[in-house]
Structure formats: C-alpha cells, structure tokens
C-alpha cells in the first residue's frame, strides 16, 4: 500500500514539475516572440520609406492636413502594443536585450520624424508642381502642362517664400532645377504663347529668390 502510495505521489510530481517546465518553457517562447516582434517593427519602420504608391495617394489627398495624422496615430498604435508586450517582462530578459529594448523607442522616434519630413516634403513638392511626381526627370510633365506647371510653381512660390528656411530653399531650388532641365527636353515642341509664359515664369522666380533666397537676406 506504502509503494503504491508512493508511487502515485511520485507521479503527481512528476507530472507538476513536467507541467511546470511547460509553462516556463511556454513564457519563454512568448516573451522572445515579443522582443522579436518589437525589434523587427522598428527596424522595418526604419527602413521603411513613402513608395511612389503612396506618393501617389497623398497627393490626390493633398488638402487634407488629417491624412499625416491618422497614419501617425495607427503607427503609434502598433508600436505601443509590441512595446507593452516586451515591458510587461521587462526584467526577465538579458541585459543585453535590456539595453536594446531602450534604445528602440529612440530609433523609432527618429525613424517617425524621417516619415513625417516624407510627407511634408512630399505635400511641398505637389503644391508647387501640380502634378505627381512619378519620376525625379520629371518625365510626365509634357507640352501640355509645362506652362501651367511654371505658373503654379511661382504662384505657390511667391506665396510661401517668406516662410521658406533654408532647408526649404534647397528643395525648391533643386525642383526648379529639375522643371528647368525638362523644359529644355521639350523646348522645339512647344508653342510662342507657351514659351512666353514660361519665360515670365522663370522672370517671376529670379525676383523671388532674389528677395527671399536666405544667402540673399
């Protein structure tokens, strides 16, 4: 009876400790599970970068100020849950992965800030052009819209150029840059009126940068 006894406890406790590693084991699996996902979303978000398709999307949204927003606030959503998942076992990981897991809210917060210059560059870009910019040759912007593209371009200019910094001054110059090197592929296809207005446009944005070009402050 004793033996018997003895036995089933003995099996019992087996069974318990057997269980017991399961679970421990089990946690394990799920707090790496966590600390893998939290580490490969920041650093996917930091390679990530605005494709021609929603290049696309945010210029046909161009004038709602929400869309940076809402993106922003669902991708806060998703950090914040793969965050929360890794600092409810905080302590359980290795100090080497500690030390990682604080230093991926920063990297995020830089890689955020990279997206939200995308867009604004992004929306900047499209209020002065008019047009998606699929190609940086500007290569769909043809004879039937390059007139209009100038005059767009030092309209939108002269309304925002006293509030253009340095960094700003540097994008318009290179998109001008880029709207001048089309024109000269197109020249011989274009009418007397069309290169007239051009010609006025080009006038237009000397005076501008003239007068708020910061080198010329």
């Given at each position: ?36 996902a ?20 945010l ?8 869309r940076?927003e ?10 914040l ?93 290179g ?43």
């Open positions: 009876m004793f033996r018997k006894t003895s036995t089933l406890l003995l099996a019992l406790c087996l069974s318990f400790l057997f269980a017991c590693n399961n679970e421990e084991d089990q946690a394990v699996i799920e707090r790496e599970a966590a600390y893998t939290y580490k490969d979303f920041v650093a996917t978000f930091e390679q990530d970068s605005l494709t021609e398709v929603e290049l696309r999307a210029q046909q949204s161009i004038e709602d100020d929400s940076w809402t993106e922003s606030a669902e991708i806060d959503q998703q950090f849950e793969r965050k929360g998942r890794v600092i409810e076992n905080l302590g359980d990981y290795s100090p080497e992965q500690q030390e990682e897991i604080a230093n991926l809210e920063e990297r995020y917060n830089l890689a955020k800030q990279r997206r939200q210059q995308q867009y604004e560059e992004a929306g900047m870009r499209y209020a002065l052009l008019g047009v998606p910019v699929i190609n940086p040759d500007l290569s769909n912007i043809t004879t039937e819209n390059i007139a209009d593209t100038y005059e767009r371009f030092t309209s939108t200019l002269a309304d925002n150029a006293a509030n253009y910094e340095g960094r700003e001054w540097e994008m318009v110059e998109w001008w840059n880029s709207l001048n090197n089309r024109y000269q592929a197109l020249l011989t296809e274009l009418s007397a009126a069309e290169l007239s207005t051009i010609e006025q446009a080009q006038d237009r944005y000397l005076e501008l940068r003239e007068q708020y070009y910061p080198p010329n402050q």
